[in-house]
């Protein structure tokens, strides 16, 4: 790990649903001069529901008002530059002030929302309204668990492939930031989920349920680079 990181989170009780779409169709969606990324032919868009805890800038102690919030995030899978990545086309999460700070000095599509979080055991039942100012009301109503044992994903598997990335890029102004995070190796396992509303990712392309891919990871340690005009 380089010693210039700029922030620290622990995501916690993370669910990934990765649903197959269409790649062209997809595309559509992204700003120039993002491409999308597939895994034999196959385009993703994932639905990630998890809690952050321990926010902290490096050097400073985690701060009460903005050290932990519930997040949902609708992203995808792109290349810049020979470079593979996540785009996030959404994050929803509770915290107004840290939703702020990462739409002004980040450029990400953060919004606020309400998120409320119950597990019992395994079980985690979960529930987002996005009510950000200036952006229509939606909402997403579901229950998750995990349902394997622990594994690390193999080299060269839709596992690893899905997981394992280390940078994201966002668009502003027509120029590409990337930013660049350090973690362990994720500890996943298969995940299970019952969605009894959605309405937000009507917007994009068509989803394959059939080919639904469902991981859940219980803890991840992370370390943030400053982002970096491409």
């Known amino acids: 790990m380089e010693s210039n990181w700029l922030m620290k989170q622990v995501w916690r009780n993370l669910l990934f649903i990765h649903w197959p779409v269409s790649a062209k169709e997809l595309q559509k969606l992204l700003p120039e001069p993002l491409t999308i990324d597939t895994f034999e032919g196959k ?6 529901p998890f809690t952050m805890t ?25 290349k810049y530059q020979g470079e593979r990545g996540v785009y996030f086309f959404s994050l929803d999460a509770t915290n107004a002030l840290a939703v702020w700070i ?19 055991k395994d079980l985690i039942n979960f529930k987002c ?16 668990k995990p349902i394997s044992a622990p594994y690390y994903a193999k080299e060269g598997t839709v596992d690893e492939w899905l997981t394992n990335r280390d940078r994201l890029f966002t668009v502003y ?15 996943l396992q298969d995940g299970h989920y019952s969605m009894r509303k959605n309405t937000l990712t009507t917007a994009y392309p ?3 349920k059939g080919e639904t891919i469902v991981h859940y990871a219980q803890h991840l340690v992370t370390y943030f680079y400053p982002f970096q005009k491409m």
């Open 54 to 78: 321990g926010i902290r800038f490096k050097g400073t102690p985690s701060v009460p008002c903005i050290s932990q919030l519930h997040e949902l995030n609708v992203r995808t899978y792109v």
């Open 206 to 208: 068509p989803i394959n």
């Open 102 to 120: 990462a739409r002004r000095f980040f450029h990400l599509p953060y919004l606020h929302a309400d998120i409320m979080i119950n597990k019992y």
């Open 173 to 187: 102004k027509k120029k590409v930031f990337r930013g660049k995070l350090f973690h362990d190796p994720w500890i």
């Open 129 to 144: 309204t996005r009510k950000h100012k200036g952006f229509q009301q939606e909402e997403i109503l579901l229950t998750y």
């Open 43 to 48: 385009a993703f868009i994932s639905l990630v």
